[in-house]
Protein backbone atom coordinates (compact mmCIF):
# COMPACT_ATOMS: atom_id res chain seq x y z
CA UNK A 1 0.00 0.00 0.00
CA UNK A 2 1.21 3.59 -1.08
CA UNK A 3 1.61 6.00 1.61
CA UNK A 4 3.39 9.01 2.30
CA UNK A 5 5.46 9.04 5.69
CA UNK A 6 8.40 9.71 7.48
CA UNK A 7 11.64 7.23 7.49
CA UNK A 8 13.35 8.21 10.94
CA UNK A 9 16.21 6.41 11.83
CA UNK A 10 18.19 6.26 15.48
CA UNK A 11 21.05 3.67 15.37
CA UNK A 12 23.34 2.41 18.29
CA UNK A 13 26.90 0.65 17.31
CA UNK A 14 28.27 -2.04 19.10
CA UNK A 15 31.89 -3.74 17.61
CA UNK A 16 32.29 -6.69 16.01
CA UNK A 17 35.72 -7.94 15.98
CA UNK A 18 34.90 -9.99 12.92
CA UNK A 19 35.33 -8.97 9.39
CA UNK A 20 31.95 -7.76 9.06
CA UNK A 21 32.53 -4.25 11.63
CA UNK A 22 29.46 -3.32 13.74
CA UNK A 23 26.32 -4.18 14.72
CA UNK A 24 23.21 -1.60 14.62
CA UNK A 25 19.91 -1.47 16.62
CA UNK A 26 17.52 0.52 14.70
CA UNK A 27 14.19 2.00 15.56
CA UNK A 28 12.38 2.77 12.06
CA UNK A 29 9.16 5.12 12.69
CA UNK A 30 6.44 5.26 10.09
CA UNK A 31 4.34 8.53 10.89
CA UNK A 32 0.75 8.79 8.91
CA UNK A 33 -1.39 10.60 10.43
CA UNK A 34 -3.11 9.94 12.34
CA UNK A 35 -1.59 6.36 12.98
CA UNK A 36 1.74 6.33 14.47
CA UNK A 37 3.84 2.90 14.13
CA UNK A 38 6.76 2.25 15.19
CA UNK A 39 9.08 -1.04 14.09
CA UNK A 40 12.63 -1.99 16.07
CA UNK A 41 14.89 -3.81 14.28
CA UNK A 42 18.27 -4.68 14.57
CA UNK A 43 20.57 -5.78 11.88
CA UNK A 44 24.45 -5.56 11.10
CA UNK A 45 25.78 -3.08 8.93
CA UNK A 46 28.81 -4.39 7.37
CA UNK A 47 31.67 -2.34 6.56
CA UNK A 48 30.28 1.00 8.78
CA UNK A 49 33.43 3.40 9.58
CA UNK A 50 30.21 5.66 11.61
CA UNK A 51 31.94 6.31 14.82
CA UNK A 52 30.32 7.62 17.73
CA UNK A 53 27.75 6.11 19.73
CA UNK A 54 24.14 7.49 17.71
CA UNK A 55 22.81 8.98 14.22
CA UNK A 56 19.76 10.16 13.68
CA UNK A 57 18.19 10.54 10.17
CA UNK A 58 15.14 11.55 8.89
CA UNK A 59 13.67 11.24 5.37
CA UNK A 60 10.46 12.43 3.89
CA UNK A 61 8.91 10.12 0.90
CA UNK A 62 6.53 7.26 -0.02
CA UNK A 63 7.17 3.60 1.20
CA UNK A 64 5.76 0.96 -1.32
CA UNK A 65 6.09 -2.52 -1.98
CA UNK A 66 7.21 -3.90 -5.86
CA UNK A 67 7.07 -7.46 -5.63
CA UNK A 68 5.70 -10.34 -3.91
CA UNK A 69 8.09 -11.25 -1.18
CA UNK A 70 8.01 -9.69 2.39
CA UNK A 71 10.94 -7.78 1.32
CA UNK A 72 10.37 -6.41 -1.62
CA UNK A 73 9.55 -2.52 -0.31
CA UNK A 74 11.12 -0.03 -1.30
CA UNK A 75 11.47 3.57 0.02
CA UNK A 76 10.81 7.03 -2.79
CA UNK A 77 12.14 10.25 -1.84
CA UNK A 78 11.17 12.87 -4.54
CA UNK A 79 8.20 12.90 -7.15
CA UNK A 80 10.32 12.96 -10.42
CA UNK A 81 10.21 10.30 -13.03
CA UNK A 82 14.06 10.17 -13.16
CA UNK A 83 15.21 7.97 -10.24
CA UNK A 84 18.58 6.75 -9.08
CA UNK A 85 18.13 3.50 -7.24
CA UNK A 86 20.50 3.05 -4.20
CA UNK A 87 21.71 -0.46 -3.73
CA UNK A 88 23.44 -1.31 -0.20
CA UNK A 89 26.12 -4.01 0.86
CA UNK A 90 26.12 -6.38 3.02
CA UNK A 91 23.90 -6.41 5.47
CA UNK A 92 22.43 -2.79 4.84
CA UNK A 93 19.01 -1.49 4.61
CA UNK A 94 17.26 1.61 3.93
CA UNK A 95 18.76 4.81 5.50
CA UNK A 96 22.53 2.85 4.61
CA UNK A 97 24.75 5.69 4.95
CA UNK A 98 23.71 9.38 5.97
CA UNK A 99 24.82 10.38 2.36
CA UNK A 100 21.08 9.65 1.38
CA UNK A 101 19.49 12.39 2.64
CA UNK A 102 21.84 14.67 0.94
CA UNK A 103 21.80 12.68 -2.02
CA UNK A 104 17.95 12.78 -2.42
CA UNK A 105 18.19 16.69 -1.60
CA UNK A 106 20.53 17.10 -4.60
CA UNK A 107 18.76 14.80 -6.91
CA UNK A 108 15.92 16.83 -6.48
CA UNK A 109 17.16 19.51 -7.19
CA UNK A 110 18.04 18.30 -10.48
CA UNK A 111 14.89 16.92 -10.83
CA UNK A 112 15.73 13.48 -9.88
CA UNK A 113 14.63 11.12 -6.79
CA UNK A 114 16.06 8.82 -4.63
CA UNK A 115 14.81 4.89 -4.34
CA UNK A 116 16.11 2.73 -1.48
CA UNK A 117 14.93 -0.72 -2.08
CA UNK A 118 15.19 -4.06 0.03
CA UNK A 119 16.01 -7.16 -1.28
CA UNK A 120 16.08 -10.76 0.26
CA UNK A 121 19.24 -10.66 0.78
CA UNK A 122 19.38 -7.03 2.78
CA UNK A 123 20.13 -6.68 6.43
CA UNK A 124 20.36 -10.63 7.59
CA UNK A 125 20.02 -11.95 4.65
CA UNK A 126 23.06 -11.66 2.66
CA UNK A 127 24.48 -15.23 3.66
CA UNK A 128 21.93 -16.99 1.99
CA UNK A 129 21.62 -14.76 -0.88
CA UNK A 130 23.04 -14.38 -4.33
CA UNK A 131 23.83 -11.70 -6.94
CA UNK A 132 21.72 -13.33 -9.62
CA UNK A 133 18.25 -13.08 -7.22
CA UNK A 134 19.20 -9.99 -6.35
CA UNK A 135 19.86 -8.68 -10.33
CA UNK A 136 15.93 -10.38 -10.36
CA UNK A 137 14.64 -8.42 -7.66
CA UNK A 138 15.96 -5.19 -9.03
CA UNK A 139 14.38 -6.11 -12.20
CA UNK A 140 11.23 -6.41 -10.49
CA UNK A 141 11.53 -2.72 -8.54
CA UNK A 142 12.89 -1.15 -12.03
CA UNK A 143 9.34 -2.83 -13.82
CA UNK A 144 7.47 -1.73 -11.13
CA UNK A 145 8.80 1.92 -11.51
CA UNK A 146 8.12 1.64 -15.18
CA UNK A 147 4.46 0.25 -15.02
CA UNK A 148 3.42 1.70 -11.87
CA UNK A 149 5.09 5.15 -11.23
CA UNK A 150 5.87 6.43 -14.93
CA UNK A 151 9.37 6.03 -14.60
CA UNK A 152 11.02 7.41 -17.51
CA UNK A 153 14.56 6.63 -16.56
CA UNK A 154 17.12 5.54 -14.33
CA UNK A 155 20.48 4.90 -12.82
CA UNK A 156 21.69 2.18 -10.47
CA UNK A 157 23.83 2.98 -7.45
CA UNK A 158 25.40 0.23 -6.03
CA UNK A 159 27.45 1.21 -2.37
CA UNK A 160 29.99 -1.43 -1.08
CA UNK A 161 28.73 -5.19 -2.39
CA UNK A 162 26.02 -3.53 -3.99
CA UNK A 163 28.31 -2.72 -6.86
CA UNK A 164 28.40 -6.19 -7.52
CA UNK A 165 24.67 -6.30 -7.85
CA UNK A 166 25.07 -3.65 -9.88
CA UNK A 167 27.49 -5.36 -12.64
CA UNK A 168 25.29 -8.36 -12.24
CA UNK A 169 22.16 -6.50 -13.33
CA UNK A 170 23.67 -4.60 -16.35
CA UNK A 171 24.80 -7.73 -17.81
CA UNK A 172 21.75 -9.80 -17.15
CA UNK A 173 18.98 -6.67 -18.21
CA UNK A 174 21.30 -7.82 -21.67
CA UNK A 175 19.69 -10.92 -22.41
CA UNK A 176 16.58 -11.21 -19.61
CA UNK A 177 15.05 -7.83 -21.50
CA UNK A 178 15.04 -6.04 -17.45
CA UNK A 179 15.21 -1.83 -18.25
CA UNK A 180 18.83 -1.03 -18.77
CA UNK A 181 20.07 2.40 -16.39
CA UNK A 182 21.19 5.03 -18.36
CA UNK A 183 24.08 4.99 -16.57
CA UNK A 184 25.71 3.06 -12.94
CA UNK A 185 27.68 4.87 -9.95
CA UNK A 186 29.73 2.27 -8.49
CA UNK A 187 30.33 3.83 -4.90
CA UNK A 188 33.24 2.00 -3.14
CA UNK A 189 33.84 -1.17 -5.14
CA UNK A 190 36.17 -2.87 -2.67
CA UNK A 191 37.51 -6.27 -3.32
CA UNK A 192 35.73 -8.66 -0.68
CA UNK A 193 37.75 -11.47 -1.40
CA UNK A 194 41.24 -8.86 -0.73
CA UNK A 195 39.54 -7.45 2.70
CA UNK A 196 38.76 -11.17 4.03
CA UNK A 197 41.87 -12.59 3.21
CA UNK A 198 43.38 -10.35 6.01
CA UNK A 199 41.37 -12.00 8.45
CA UNK A 200 43.31 -15.16 10.20
CA UNK A 201 40.09 -17.40 10.33
CA UNK A 202 39.19 -16.99 6.57
CA UNK A 203 41.17 -19.61 4.93
CA UNK A 204 39.81 -22.37 7.44
CA UNK A 205 35.90 -21.36 6.83
CA UNK A 206 37.16 -21.16 2.71
CA UNK A 207 38.14 -24.77 3.29
CA UNK A 208 35.43 -25.97 4.51
CA UNK A 209 32.61 -23.97 2.61
CA UNK A 210 34.33 -25.80 -0.20
CA UNK A 211 34.33 -29.20 1.19
CA UNK A 212 31.01 -28.71 1.56
CA UNK A 213 30.11 -27.67 -2.21
CA UNK A 214 32.63 -30.78 -3.57
CA UNK A 215 29.89 -33.09 -1.55
CA UNK A 216 26.95 -31.29 -2.89
CA UNK A 217 25.75 -29.69 0.09
CA UNK A 218 26.39 -25.61 -1.45
CA UNK A 219 23.13 -24.53 -0.21
CA UNK A 220 23.65 -25.60 3.55
CA UNK A 221 24.52 -23.08 6.31
CA UNK A 222 28.43 -23.33 7.08
CA UNK A 223 28.51 -21.28 10.09
CA UNK A 224 27.11 -18.32 11.54
CA UNK A 225 28.73 -15.01 11.79
CA UNK A 226 29.28 -13.53 15.20
CA UNK A 227 25.80 -11.65 15.09
CA UNK A 228 24.40 -15.03 14.02
CA UNK A 229 23.97 -14.49 10.21
CA UNK A 230 23.38 -17.41 8.58
CA UNK A 231 25.82 -17.67 5.67
CA UNK A 232 25.66 -20.88 3.27
CA UNK A 233 28.95 -22.69 1.72
CA UNK A 234 28.67 -21.25 -1.46
CA UNK A 235 28.10 -17.55 -0.71
CA UNK A 236 30.44 -17.42 1.85
CA UNK A 237 33.10 -19.38 -1.15
CA UNK A 238 31.35 -16.81 -3.89
CA UNK A 239 32.72 -13.70 -1.46
CA UNK A 240 36.15 -15.13 -0.42
CA UNK A 241 36.97 -17.52 -2.91
CA UNK A 242 39.44 -16.60 -5.97
CA UNK A 243 36.75 -16.50 -9.49
CA UNK A 244 34.38 -16.45 -7.10
CA UNK A 245 30.50 -15.26 -8.40
CA UNK A 246 31.37 -11.90 -5.65
CA UNK A 247 34.84 -11.81 -6.98
CA UNK A 248 34.38 -9.02 -9.45
CA UNK A 249 37.34 -6.50 -8.16
CA UNK A 250 40.39 -8.03 -6.80
CA UNK A 251 43.79 -6.32 -7.36
CA UNK A 252 45.39 -8.91 -8.43
CA UNK A 253 43.01 -8.59 -11.89
CA UNK A 254 44.68 -7.83 -14.86
CA UNK A 255 42.86 -5.02 -17.17
CA UNK A 256 41.67 -7.35 -19.32
CA UNK A 257 40.76 -9.82 -16.33
CA UNK A 258 38.77 -7.08 -14.76
CA UNK A 259 37.25 -6.05 -17.99
CA UNK A 260 35.70 -9.45 -18.27
CA UNK A 261 34.65 -9.11 -15.33
CA UNK A 262 32.17 -6.05 -15.67
CA UNK A 263 30.69 -6.99 -19.61
CA UNK A 264 28.97 -4.91 -20.88
CA UNK A 265 29.36 -2.08 -17.93
CA UNK A 266 32.15 -0.95 -19.43
CA UNK A 267 30.22 0.22 -22.34
CA UNK A 268 27.79 2.33 -20.16
CA UNK A 269 28.35 5.82 -19.03
CA UNK A 270 29.70 5.05 -15.44
CA UNK A 271 30.75 6.56 -11.80
CA UNK A 272 33.55 4.67 -10.34
CA UNK A 273 33.72 6.42 -6.95
CA UNK A 274 36.41 5.44 -4.47
CA UNK A 275 37.47 6.05 -0.98
CA UNK A 276 40.64 7.63 -0.20
CA UNK A 277 41.16 6.64 3.34
CA UNK A 278 38.56 3.25 2.65
CA UNK A 279 39.34 1.29 5.57
CA UNK A 280 38.47 -1.77 3.66
CA UNK A 281 41.25 -1.28 0.99
CA UNK A 282 43.68 -3.41 2.65
CA UNK A 283 47.26 -1.39 2.99
CA UNK A 284 49.26 -3.48 0.58
CA UNK A 285 46.83 -2.24 -2.63
CA UNK A 286 48.41 0.62 -4.51
CA UNK A 287 45.07 2.93 -4.96
CA UNK A 288 47.01 4.90 -7.46
CA UNK A 289 47.63 2.25 -9.55
CA UNK A 290 43.56 0.50 -9.05
CA UNK A 291 42.55 3.59 -9.94
CA UNK A 292 44.92 3.67 -13.68
CA UNK A 293 43.04 0.34 -14.08
CA UNK A 294 39.85 1.04 -13.69
CA UNK A 295 40.16 4.24 -16.23
CA UNK A 296 41.65 1.74 -18.40
CA UNK A 297 38.46 -0.37 -18.66
CA UNK A 298 35.98 2.34 -18.74
CA UNK A 299 34.89 2.87 -22.74
CA UNK A 300 32.01 5.34 -22.46
CA UNK A 301 32.91 9.12 -22.79
CA UNK A 302 30.98 10.16 -19.63
CA UNK A 303 32.60 7.26 -17.72
CA UNK A 304 34.90 8.53 -15.56
CA UNK A 305 36.53 7.57 -12.10
CA UNK A 306 36.87 9.87 -8.95
CA UNK A 307 38.56 9.49 -5.43
CA UNK A 308 36.62 11.17 -2.46
CA UNK A 309 40.10 12.33 -0.55
CA UNK A 310 40.30 11.45 3.12
CA UNK A 311 36.88 9.39 2.93
CA UNK A 312 36.27 6.17 4.49
CA UNK A 313 34.11 3.40 2.63
CA UNK A 314 30.88 5.10 3.50
CA UNK A 315 31.06 8.33 3.41
CA UNK A 316 31.11 9.40 6.26
CA UNK A 317 32.25 13.09 6.71
CA UNK A 318 32.27 13.33 2.89
CA UNK A 319 28.44 13.57 2.12
CA UNK A 320 27.79 17.13 0.80
CA UNK A 321 30.84 16.22 -1.13
CA UNK A 322 29.80 13.03 -2.37
CA UNK A 323 26.53 13.96 -3.00
CA UNK A 324 27.26 16.72 -5.39
CA UNK A 325 29.90 14.10 -7.31
CA UNK A 326 26.48 11.98 -7.95
CA UNK A 327 24.02 14.47 -9.01
CA UNK A 328 26.56 16.34 -11.11
CA UNK A 329 27.48 12.50 -12.70
CA UNK A 330 23.67 12.01 -13.27
CA UNK A 331 22.75 15.24 -14.72
CA UNK A 332 24.99 15.17 -17.04
CA UNK A 333 23.71 11.83 -18.30
Not at 70 to 84: D, E
Request: charged share 25%; glycine share 8%; net charge negative.
Amino acid sequence: ARRRCTLACTCSHAFDHRHLSYLHCTTLSLRNQPEFKSLLVCWRHSRASIIGAEMALSMQGTLFRYGPKQAHTAFLSGRHRKHVILVGGLGDGMLLAKYAAQLADRLDSISWSLVQPLLSSSLSGWGIGSLDEDADELSLLANHMVDTRDSEDFVLCGHSTGTQDAVRYVNRAVSSGAPQPRGVILQAPASDRDWLATNSSTQQQLDLCRSMIDEGRAEDIAFRDDDGTPLTARRFASLAGSGGDDDMFSDSFTEQQLQEKLGKLVEMPTLWMMSGSDEYVPASIDKGAARRKYEGVLRHPKSRCVVVEGAVHNLAGHEDEAAEIMADFVSSL
